[in-house]
């Protein structure tokens, strides 16, 4: 039995694997871009990404919770939280293909400001000053990327698809936040990337074409960054709490932007930056209210 790693220990390594995740993340997103500008297909890119992702999720399972550890009493739910993400990720990709890499990543990262606010609409979660001050500067920086009515604005498509985007994954945060109560993480991974691989290959007879043998390794590569990112995710969690390692999640853009920069030569402009550092704080400011509220609520519950 391993010997249990002492507090900051356990820390570091939650926010090691947390980097691990957002730099899987921010290459499988770059590996999407390149094979999006080769003719590659939204659904194609929703199969591929997640039936290679299933070989890296489906090893973790047998050597770690084991397959017992898929067994769920509310199919329903996964079925629900599963259709939320495959439409988020069709937006995804699709944001990818019509936008600046670093632009994309950076619009879909205003999620959890939305979010905060489907918590309060559909959960009744009370929602202090503060929270809602994050949510405004977080849109000011949607404002600064996207840029409307300026000469170098973003195409409006591209746009509305990455918004879209963001509004997906917060209805699936939300989501989460309720199935998460009874369901445990493996469970949750494996049933979505399941669903969105049989849901993809559903896909292919319309939206499937033949591609050459540099594209495809492109595709296979993303899904086991997609697969390596998901678990590194999830593992992070099991070391320290969600507050101290989402920060981190915004490395992603920072990846982003220099690959985007890098690679397909989109030099980030000041105006973005800015954007993105309002969102990225927006996102940081959240996390750590989470984690105040979760205090208060157990210092309260062994005050009773």
Do not use: C
């Not at 990720?89 to 936008?99: Q, R």
């Not at 445990?184 to 991974?189: F, G, L, R, S």
């Not at 999830?234 to 690679?263: E, H």
Request: charged content about 10%; aromatic content about 10%; glycine content about 12%.
């Amino acid at each position: 039995m391993p010997t249990p790693l002492p507090p900051p220990e356990r820390r570091l390594r939650g926010v090691a694997f947390r980097v691990v995740s957002a730099t899987a993340f921010a290459l499988m997103a770059a590996l999407l871009k390149a094979a999006s500008e080769r003719g590659v297909s939204t659904p194609e890119m929703i199969f591929y990404r997640n039936f290679f992702a299933l070989f890296v999720v489906g090893g973790w399972l047998g050597l770690g919770p084991g397959w017992g550890a898929i067994a769920t009493r509310r199919p329903l739910a996964h079925l629900t939280r599963s259709s939320l993400g495959l439409v988020s990720m069709l937006l995804t990709f699709g944001a990818l293909a019509l936008l600046p890499l670093a632009a994309a990543t950076t619009l879909t990262y205003a999620a959890p400001i939305l979010a905060t606010i489907l918590s309060a609409l559909l959960l009744g979660e009370a929602i202090g000053r503060g929270r809602w001050a994050a949510v405004v500067a977080g849109f000011l920086g949607v404002l600064l990327v996207v840029r409307p009515g300026h000469g170098s604005a973003l195409p409006a498509l591209g746009v509305a698809v990455g918004l879209g985007a963001a509004l997906g994954q917060s209805f699936v945060m939300v989501t989460l936040r309720t199935i998460a109560r009874t369901e445990n993480t493996p469970a949750i991974v494996w049933w979505f990337s399941l669903f969105t691989t049989l849901a993809g290959a559903a896909m292919l007879p319309v939206f499937g074409h033949g591609h050459d043998a540099f594209t495809y390794a492109l595709l296979a590569l993303s899904g086991l960054l997609g697969g390596i990112g998901q678990i590194s995710m999830t593992s992070s969690l099991r070391f320290a709490p969600v507050s101290a390692v989402v920060p981190f999640d915004y490395l992603q853009i920072v990846w982003a932007t220099l690959i985007g920069w890098a690679a397909f030569g989109a030099a980030p402009t000041g105006v973005m930056l800015a954007g993105a550092v309002l969102i990225a704080g927006s996102g940081i400011y959240t996390a750590l209210g989470e984690r105040r509220r979760g205090q208060a609520a157990q210092a309260m519950a062994l005050d009773e």
